[in-house]
């Protein structure tokens, strides 16, 4: 059975189930959900995840929300992406409970408030302050991945799917690959796996509200 994967281009947080499914190869296909047109909060979606919020993965009877949840449920599906001990996937799980909290949670926010608010309404000492906390973000990946190829061990894993979801979207949020020369080169070697695709084109978007 084909898992279905409720999701849109612009969601970092739903490229990080996506890429996880993909490089797993588990068979998944995309459905769309219309964020900018209001979708996840009409009743109809709220009935799906009563967060409002995408990814959503509906595997046969099993549904899931949450990314971190979903790549867990991958992984454990499929014996992939998890590592190869228990201390690995500690480690493994170490980092992803860092980039919910500490990465991903604030790219998030910030590329939402630079690029999909309009101009007059972008507040510029939250953005600012948001930065200055990715900086230090991006600092500790740096020099994580200065002396390694991946985020843990000798292989691919959560780790590196969960600590890349935003650092591929092209919109700016102070973000820059040529500044973090060890993320820039991670950043490429995941993007030479079998499988691998920009989140634009693994999952469908809303190219006109893009900035």
């Not at 007059?120 to 994580?144: C, M, S, W």
């Amino acid at each position: 059975m084909t898992a279905k994967l409720y999701c849109f281009g612009e969601s970092g947080n739903a490229y990080k189930a996506a890429l996880t499914l993909t490089l797993a190869q588990m068979e998944w296909v995309p459905v769309f959900v219309d964020f900018f047109n209001g979708e996840t909060r009409q009743p109809a979606f709220r009935a799906l995840n009563e967060m409002g919020e995408v990814p959503v993965l509906v595997d046969g009877d099993t549904v899931l929300t949450q990314s971190a949840v979903i790549q867990d449920y991958v992984s454990s599906k499929t014996g992939k992406l998890g590592g190869r001990s228990a201390a690995e996937r500690r480690e493994v799980l170490r980092w992803m409970f860092w980039d919910n909290h500490k990465l991903s949670g604030q790219a998030g926010a910030t590329r939402f408030l630079m690029n999909f608010l309009p101009p007059e309404k972008r507040p510029a000492e939250v953005i600012a302050f948001q930065q200055g906390r990715l900086k230090a973000a991006y600092t500790v990946l740096n020099d994580h991945l200065a002396s390694r190829g991946w985020m843990v061990g000798d292989q691919v894993s959560l780790a590196d799917t969960a600590c890349c979801g935003y650092l591929f979207y092209p919109e700016p949020f102070g973000f820059d690959r040529k500044d973090w020369p060890h993320v820039d080169r991670w950043l490429d070697r995941i993007a030479a796996l079998p499988g691998w695709q920009h989140p634009y084109d693994m999952m469908p978007g809303n190219p006109s509200d893009r900035a």
